[in-house]
């Protein structure tokens, strides 16, 4: 796998056009070393990149990168997805800096950087669901995806191809709540209670829409002619 170095921080498998500018009308701390800084608390380091030393919270992006991309990954399932959301973070992170308060909790940096992180991977799944690609093997036994059709497509590849893109016109008509519970579930193999966390309801509350989504999916379906479709 790629990786690329950008001021000092290590990106995992693709280059990441990230820079921190530095603030020159914020007090700045003393310089520290590299290995200094690898050695100070997130608060510490904080509250440094507080005060407009931007190397101190590249310091916080080379520790908690993995741990945002594993959040964001967690969330998306897809690569490039994960890697946009995770830059996302960083850039929020860093423009809402000034606003963090630190609790005194040890994992209270880490923990705003979760939230930052859900935030970011759920606004881009609302943003997929307005015009969804569903996957052609989606509720389909673990399939590989079938390759685009072509002279030599069976008959059942083209099939698949178009109850595709049946499921997916069906979902754009889906209400947002809906959509993004039955693709979290659906798509990116959330259970209920990963569901509940993502979206802030109640996992009963998340079988309630799983329920009306699934229903609402079958009557449009049926609609398009659709009647031999397992959800």
Not at 3 to 30: D, H, I, K, Q, Y
Not at 75 to 87: K, V
Not at 113 to 123: F, P
């Amino acid at each position: 796998m790629n990786t690329t170095c950008v001021n000092g921080v290590l990106l995992w498998g693709r280059p990441w056009p990230l820079f921190f500018p530095r603030s020159e009308g914020r007090a700045m701390c003393v310089e520290r070393t590299l290995s200094d800084r690898e050695n100070l608390s997130d608060a510490d380091l904080v509250q440094a990149a507080q005060q407009g030393q931007h190397e101190a919270f590249e310091t916080l992006v080379r520790r908690h990168y993995q741990m945002v991309l594993n959040t964001t990954w967690r969330y998306l399932r897809n690569q490039e997805d994960a890697w946009d959301a995770a830059q996302e973070t960083f850039i929020k992170a860093q423009t809402a800096l000034g606003q963090f308060k630190d609790s005194g909790h040890p994992d209270g940096f880490r923990a705003w950087l979760v939230r930052i992180a859900a935030n970011k991977s759920l606004d881009l799944i609302r943003r997929k669901t307005r015009h969804p690609e569903v996957p052609v093997n989606l509720w389909d036994n673990g399939e590989e995806a079938l390759p685009i059709p072509g002279p030599q497509s069976t008959e059942r590849e083209v099939h698949l191809r178009d109850i595709n893109s049946v499921i997916r016109q069906c979902m754009e008509q889906l209400p947002p709540d809906l959509r993004i519970t039955l693709m979290l579930r659906e798509i990116n193999q959330f259970s209920y209670e990963d569901i509940a966390e993502a979206t802030g309801v109640p996992v009963g509350t998340v079988m309630s829409r799983l329920y009306n989504a699934r229903k609402k999916m079958r009557a449009l379906l049926k609609q398009k002619g659709v009647s031999d479709f397992n959800l």
